[in-house]
């Protein structure tokens, strides 16, 4: 093995062993637990879009399963799998940079991916091998720029078809991009029409096969309202405004600045005919960034800046070593940029810092050990005391077949419902709808065909909980639709409650 592979290897190393925390964090009942009910219904042989409604496409359910039955199911086998592929996400941001500038500038790269992949934890979450192949892709692209070889656009687009199937509007963004890319390298008359070609068919060749699967297997119709519709719909519900400009709110104004000022550099060094892997490595990233920007904009978050804090972090080194070896400053001047790029991610990560800190003194922290041996599927995991009742309620009075229903208090307003539990007590959903979402499940249509799945298959158990706090967007308002409602006051009774969940039980 060469020094620079066995560098890769240590650097692997360092990312994982920095990652391990991940293990230990809080349960998170509605994100994490989307992917972990739909990768164990997949596992059982449940077919996505068929059997349960999903709003993300399959390549995370089907990856998950995969884990799960080489390692078991278990949270702790989904944190290993995420702990792998961010420590993968950390790498690919280093190779990157290293292509385009200099290790010591990709190493910088590489630590500020570090913190910000620690500090948005989101376990499972498909934005992140997503990004990963996003990466990869671009990789290859920058690979075929400099080499000339066809065989690196075939790659990058096998790689960006595996970024659509795990979230098929950030893998679409990236396909579209670099579509253009290779256009107009076309029109500029750097390369003849078969990179473009090459990828196009190749994209198409491997994504037919699963397309294929799934109509036969499903619906293409019902894939797309699934993956279109639904979310467009539930979005519009749970859209948060742009944060005002703070110290702690500069990761939405710093990293989509890096994005437009990578734009404009592409666009200057391409006028000044510097047309090489650099020039359009930067105008990539850039656009791949800024076409993403949507995400945060409708849901002003941290898990939503995601893609947009990627390709900022990615790109800002880059842009930093072009613009020491573009312009002839003398070595004080080279170290007062240095130390003006440390302020400014300095404080742009400080927020991540203290959220970091703040982790690693709730948790066990580098230590893994169980701490909740009650539930074996999440003994590493804190739980919930009143979760962890609700579960044992449930196993102990359910059998293992058995299906189970968890909902809301008020079904015509609600922001999500307690996935998790389907997944900690071991127990399939009675509806197609396990996961539930404000602007589809208000609606008179939606509640109307679980009332339909109710009276055909009828649980015997019913969990609900209010979920209806009041965010800043139309989520906070009532639909008045109350059908779900009134079927299950009607049709159950009133067991127990464990804290803020009730325990209902169908009427004899």
């Known amino acids: ?295 945060a904009r409708i849901r002003s978050d941290i898990v939503h800046l995601l893609p947009v804090a990627l390709t900022g972090i990615l790109l800002a080194p880059i842009l930093l070593y072009t613009l020491l070896s573009g312009l002839s400053l003398s070595r004080w001047q080279n170290r007062v940029v240095y130390v003006l790029f440390v302020i400014v991610f300095g404080i742009t990560l400080s927020k991540p810092l203290s959220i970091i800190r703040m982790l690693l003194s709730r948790t066990n922290g580098y230590v893994v050990e169980a701490v909740n041996p009650d539930i074996e599927r999440a003994r590493y995991s804190e739980i919930d005391p009143d979760l962890n009742s609700v579960v044992a309620f449930i196993k102990n009075n359910t059998s293992k077949n058995e299906k189970i229903y968890v909902g809301v208090k008020n079904h015509d307003q609600f922001v999500f419902n307690d996935v998790i539990i389907y997944f900690l007590a071991e127990r399939d959903s009675a509806t197609k709808h396990h996961v539930l979402n404000p602007g589809v499940h208000t609606t008179l249509k939606v509640q109307e065909e679980l009332v339909n799945e109710f009276k055909n298959s009828p649980p015997r158990l019913v969990v609900l909980a209010p979920r209806n706090w009041n965010e800043p967007n139309p989520s906070s308002i009532d639909s008045r639709i109350e059908l779900l409602d009134n079927y299950i006051a009607a049709n159950f009774e009133f067991i127990k409650a464990f804290g803020l969940y009730e325990i209902w039980m169908k009427k004899i």
């Not at 940079?97 to 948005?120: D, E, K, P």
């Open 1 to 295: 093995m060469n020094k620079k592979n066995l560098f890769l290897v240590f650097l692997f190393v360092i990312t994982a062993v920095f990652y391990l925390p991940i293990v230990n964090l809080p349960l998170a009942p509605y994100d994490e637990a989307v992917i972990l009910v739909g990768a164990e219904k997949v596992l059982n042989g449940q077919i996505p879009h068929k059997d349960f409604s999903s709003e993300y496409p399959p390549g995370q359910f089907y990856t998950l399963a995969a884990f799960f039955r080489v390692f078991g199911t278990s949270i702790i086998t989904e944190r290993a799998y995420d702990l792998i592929i961010k420590s993968l996400l950390s790498l690919s941001i280093f190779l990157i940079i290293r292509f385009l500038s200099s290790t010591l500038t990709a190493i910088v790269g590489w630590v500020m991916s570090l913190v910000w992949l620690q500090h948005s934890s989101m376990p499972a979450y498909p934005v992140y091998p997503s990004m990963l192949f996003i990466f990869i892709g671009v990789y290859l692209q920058l690979l075929h720029i400099k080499e000339q070889k066809n065989y690196y656009v075939v790659l990058s687009a096998v790689s960006i078809v595996l970024a659509v199937l795990f979230r098929h509007d950030l893998g679409g963004y990236a396909a579209i991009v670099i579509a253009v890319i290779l256009i107009l390298r076309r029109l500029s008359g750097e390369q003849s029409w078969s990179p473009l070609i090459a990828f196009t068919a190749s994209g198409i060749m491997a994504g037919l096969p699963v397309m294929i699967y799934f109509s036969m297997h499903s619906s293409i119709a019902i894939m797309f309202n699934d993956m279109f519709l639904v979310p467009v719909a539930f979005l519009e519900k749970q859209a948060l405004p742009y944060p005002p400009f703070s110290r702690w709110n500069l990761p939405f104004f710093i990293f989509p600045l890096v994005l437009v000022t990578g734009a404009i550099t592409s666009f200057m060094l391409i006028k000044h005919k510097k047309n090489d892997s650099k020039t359009y490595g930067i105008l990539l990233i850039s656009c791949i960034g800024i076409i993403c920007f949507n995400q």
